[in-house]
């Protein structure tokens, strides 16, 4: 997403909140209704263990969504992540009852966040961090195709393919339980529970950023993270000042290799996969395959159509 593509009447919040949600349905037609006389659109899901929501709309009703949750007992304390959308960034309203807000499935090890999490850390001490040469450890809670774009410089990358493989990365941090660590999401909610397990499993000194990556690259843009953020709309990555020349391009096209921040999926629709390929390689036949099984099975599927 360039600048000229975003539109400024357009707000997109990013929030959560974990607290004790004793009846979600009504929870749930109440978010609908509000959501529907704003003409919000996005996605919504809500448990017992809390809310979890990215919505889109103009700029003033936005804030009187904010205004509204504010207002409510149950929602108090929200920390609120606010960026400028691209207009389209969600196609209609979904907003949905589900078991958990972030899918950790960790069984009867499920984490409650707000009885066991790391330390809140925010971005104006991790900056500084940074700037005075703390040793502290970066661990990225993201899944794989989110870090291909962007993440903090030297951070230990999960590579889950999805949230509930949390458990695997103890292996990787197994030589650090005694060391300073901070976890990072996108907004702050996947840490929650992710450095809660990790306090779980015996690790002394675990510090969760706070507000996630939007918001330390909103206060640093270009500083500390490299690249741009995926996220979870049309817009597919953000950034902020990427026009200048401080702006990192990490992202590599999974065919050719040269710099690139271009997301498409397989074009093969059994896989769908999710991968970096430059706009040069996308458009030599306006297919995008994740690798040469999927375009051998997809030539395969055109040529008995064509029989």
Same mark, same amino acid.
């Given at each position: 997403?360039?600048?000229?593509?975003?539109?400024? !009447? =357009?707000?997109?919040?990013?929030?959560?909140?974990?607290?004790?949600?004793?009846?979600?349905? *009504?929870?749930?037609?109440?978010?609908?209704?509000?959501? @529907?006389?704003?003409? +919000?659109?996005?996605?919504?899901?809500?448990?017992?263990?809390?809310?979890? /929501?990215? $919505? /889109?709309?103009?700029?003033?009703?936005? @804030?009187?969504?904010?205004?509204?949750?504010?207002?409510?007992?149950?929602?108090?304390?929200?920390?609120?992540?606010?960026?400028?959308?691209?207009?389209?960034?969600?196609?209609?309203? %979904?907003?949905?009852?589900?078991?958990?807000?972030?899918? #950790?499935? +960790?069984? *009867?090890?499920?984490?409650?966040?707000?009885?066991?999490?790391?330390?809140?850390?925010?971005?104006?001490?991790?900056?500084?961090?940074?700037?005075?040469?703390?040793?502290?450890? +970066?661990?990225?809670?993201?899944?794989?195709?989110?870090?291909?774009?962007?993440?903090?410089?030297?951070? &230990?990358?999960?590579?889950?393919?999805?949230?509930?493989?949390?458990?695997? =990365?103890?292996?990787?941090?197994?030589?650090?339980?005694?060391?300073?660590?901070?976890?990072?999401?996108?907004?702050? =909610?996947?840490?929650?529970? #992710? *450095?809660?397990?990790?306090?779980?499993?015996?690790?002394?000194?675990?510090? @969760?950023?706070?507000?996630? =990556?939007?918001?330390?690259?909103?206060?640093?843009?270009?500083?500390?993270?490299?690249?741009?953020?995926?996220?979870?709309?049309?817009?597919?990555?953000?950034?902020?000042?990427?026009?200048?020349?401080?702006?990192?391009? &990490?992202?590599?096209? @999974?065919?050719?290799?040269? *710099?690139?921040?271009?997301?498409?999926?397989?074009?093969?629709? %059994?896989?769908?996969?999710?991968?970096?390929?430059?706009?040069?390689?996308?458009?030599?036949?306006?297919?995008?395959?994740?690798?040469?099984?999927?375009?051998?099975?997809? /030539?395969?599927? $055109? !040529?008995?159509?064509?029989?």
């Amino acid at each position: 997403m360039t600048n000229s593509e975003i539109n400024p !009447e =357009i707000t997109i919040v990013l929030f959560y909140k974990y607290v004790q949600i004793d009846n979600p349905e *009504s929870i749930r037609l109440q978010q609908l209704a509000l959501c @529907q006389e704003l003409g +919000l659109k996005g996605r919504t899901i809500i448990a017992e263990e809390g809310i979890n /929501a990215t $919505l /889109a709309g103009t700029s003033e009703n936005i @804030q009187k969504y904010v205004d509204f949750m504010n207002k409510q007992d149950l929602f108090q304390g929200i920390h609120w992540k606010l960026s400028k959308g691209i207009g389209s960034d969600f196609p209609r309203l %979904s907003i949905k009852v589900r078991h958990e807000i972030v899918s #950790a499935h +960790l069984g *009867s090890n499920d984490l409650n966040p707000t009885q066991v999490t790391g330390k809140y850390i925010q971005a104006e001490e991790l900056h500084e961090w940074f700037r005075a040469g703390k040793k502290f450890y +970066l661990v990225d809670m993201r899944n794989d195709y989110e870090q291909l774009v962007g993440t903090f410089d030297k951070a &230990i990358l999960s590579n889950f393919t999805n949230f509930r493989d949390l458990p695997s =990365i103890l292996p990787a941090l197994e030589s650090l339980k005694n060391e300073t660590i901070v976890t990072f999401c996108t907004g702050g =909610i996947r840490c929650e529970k #992710a *450095s809660g397990f990790l306090v779980q499993s015996g690790f002394n000194d675990v510090y @969760q950023l706070y507000g996630g =990556i939007v918001t330390y690259m909103e206060k640093y843009p270009n500083k500390d993270f490299l690249g741009k953020l995926y996220v979870f709309d049309k817009r597919v990555v953000m950034g902020f000042n990427t026009d200048s020349k401080e702006h990192v391009v &990490i992202g590599k096209c @999974q065919k050719c290799r040269s *710099s690139s921040e271009n997301f498409v999926n397989c074009t093969l629709p %059994s896989c769908h996969k999710h991968f970096i390929c430059c706009r040069n390689c996308y458009s030599r036949n306006g297919f995008a395959f994740c690798n040469k099984v999927c375009e051998l099975e997809m /030539a395969g599927k $055109l !040529e008995k159509v064509a029989a």
